[in-house]
């Protein structure tokens, strides 16, 4: 069964780091595109970061020079690192793996590219 699985989320206070975790199990990550997103309550989901297979990254503006995002195929789970968190960064980040591997333009960010996702992990930024 394939699986994705979010870990690494919880409460910092505003300028503080976290850093998120999707492991994928029951296939190889290393052939996928994975896309981090998050929602945040009566918000829309929206698109945070891509990494291709190949490793080319991709960041919305608002996390742009604050998130970083990584993976480790040998360990077959990317990262999202975040830092500076600011009070309008929380959410319930998700990871979604897409097929495809690479992406084009800004389809990067559409829900619709993917077709695996975890279940989310909860970020808190309060004081």
């Known amino acids: 069964q394939l699986q994705l699985a979010e870990s690494g989320g919880g409460l910092v206070q505003p300028g503080g780091s976290l850093r998120l975790s999707c492991a994928a199990s029951?296939?190889?990550?290393?052939?996928?595109?994975i896309g981090w997103f998050r929602q945040a309550p009566g918000k829309e989901r929206e698109g945070v970061s891509c990494?291709?297979?190949?490793?080319?990254?991709k960041y919305s503006d608002p996390v742009n020079g604050r998130f970083a995002i990584s993976r480790d195929d040998a360990k077959n789970t990317a990262y999202l690192q975040m830092n500076r968190l600011k009070p309008e960064d929380p959410a319930v980040y998700y990871c979604?793996?897409?097929?495809?591997?690479?992406?084009?333009?800004?389809?990067?960010?559409?829900?619709?590219?993917?077709?695996?996702w975890g279940q989310g992990t909860q970020v808190t930024v309060s004081s």
């Open positions: 990494i291709s297979s190949a490793g080319t990254t």
């Open positions: 029951g296939f190889t990550l290393e052939d996928y595109a």
């Open positions: 979604a793996a897409d097929t495809d591997g690479t992406f084009y333009g800004s389809t990067w960010s559409l829900r619709s590219t993917y077709e695996y």
